[in-house]
């Protein structure tokens, strides 16, 4: 399993960086960042093929992105209701610091930190 940055944004156009898992030339997963200043960055935007959950693709992908972006503070949103993602998480080191609103989904999530 590789980690390729996606520059054309083929797999996802969001306002940052989009990364994507690749096996035997298939995408399997996708994550992608955004800069929070000198300081930060976020993971954002967290899918992995259906066929591919539950094999470890989205801690690869999380730890590879941990040693791209040596920044002191990493942050994360995950919905609520998505159990799956609040315990990778949880096992990564991330804490959970507040639920609230998200303006752009409308949803209830949780904002997770991990602190260098």
């Known amino acids: 399993m590789i980690l390729v940055h996606d520059v054309e944004k083929e797999y996802h156009d969001c306002d940052g960086s989009t990364y994507v898992a690749k096996e035997d030339n298939r995408v399997i997963g996708r994550l992608c960042t955004r800069k929070l200043g000198w300081f930060g960055v976020e993971f ?5 093929n259906e066929n591919s959950r539950r094999q470890g693709v989205a ?45 752009n989904s409308g949803k209830l999530v949780t904002l997770f930190v991990y602190k260098r």
């Open 59 to 103: 801690t690869f992908m999380n730890k590879e992105l941990f040693k791209l972006y040596d920044k002191s503070v990493i942050m994360s949103t995950v919905r609520v209701d998505n159990i799956p993602s609040q315990m990778l998480m949880k096992s990564l080191g991330f804490m959970e610091v507040i639920n609230f609103i998200s303006k």
């Open 44 to 48: 954002c935007h967290l899918f992995v």
